[in-house]
């Protein structure tokens, strides 16, 4: 088990540049879920997957932003011109499905995505 | 109303005293689960403990113990014993399911410092 992994750590661009995430989740898992993370704030829920089906979008995530798990396996998430405001951490977890009650989501170590 | 209310911003706590974090939530589903991470200045999400809106006894990992009043719509975290590694923010997270879909909302978390 070698936990959650997000690539890259850290993103540095310039607005209207596009941007691409991606996260591997822990093997078994076939949930995997998409966050964002301002400073002072929880993270906020922007989508999840269950194998390669996305199951649910919040309202946050703008026509500019789209994510994709092809194979069910890793996802990758992509923000379109970029604006100062998406600035932020984006997390990704995973978890396993089979008793979804009480499987907690798996956090990997997030991408930092500054906008200049 | 907030999914998800944690009215502490910040909390001191002496090293090896227990220290309570308090977290109130709303739903109106029957089913529902209720979890609390670490997130250490590091950025990493580390869950905790988990309690699901039909367990009779109150969970408890370790350190840690939940306290959960279901009528009260509360699930404190208690943390005995703390210790200087303690010192992080602690967010707490509702997961409702919702028509067949998953709705995760994190509070905005509170930030503990263990003094020596």
């Known amino acids: 088990d070698t936990g959650v992994s997000q690539d890259p750590r850290h993103k540095i661009t310039k607005r209207g540049q596009n941007v691409t995430f991606r996260c591997d989740p822990i093997s078994e898992h076939n949930r995997l879920y998409w966050y964002r993370q301002t400073l002072g704030q929880g993270p906020e829920f922007l989508t999840y997957f269950q194998n390669e089906a996305q199951l649910e979008k919040s309202r946050l995530l703008s026509d500019r932003f789209s994510a994709e798990r092809p194979k069910g396996s890793f996802s990758t998430l992509e923000i379109q011109r970029t604006e100062q405001g998406d600035s932020a951490m984006y997390l990704c977890?995973?978890?396993?499905?089979?008793?979804?009650?009480?499987?907690?989501?798996?956090f990997g170590d997030g991408t930092r995505l500054s906008i200049l | 109303a907030q999914k998800i209310t944690q009215t502490q911003p910040g909390m001191f706590v002496q090293e090896k005293e227990a220290v309570t974090l308090d977290c109130t939530y709303d739903t109106s589903d029957q089913s529902y689960g209720l979890f609390w991470y670490k997130q250490p200045s590091s950025g990493e999400m580390i869950f905790l403990i988990y309690?699901?809106?039909?367990?009779?006894q109150n969970a408890t990992e370790g350190r840690y113990s939940l306290n959960f009043q279901k009528a009260r719509k509360s699930a404190n975290l208690v943390i005995s014993a703390s210790q200087l590694g303690d010192s992080a923010m602690y967010f707490c997270a509702m997961r409702e399911q919702s028509g067949g879909y998953q709705k995760v909302t994190f509070g905005i978390g509170t930030k503990l410092q263990v003094i020596p």
């Open positions: 977890a995973s978890s396993h499905v089979s008793d979804y009650s009480n499987q907690p989501q798996h």
């Open positions: 309690q699901g809106s039909y367990d009779e």
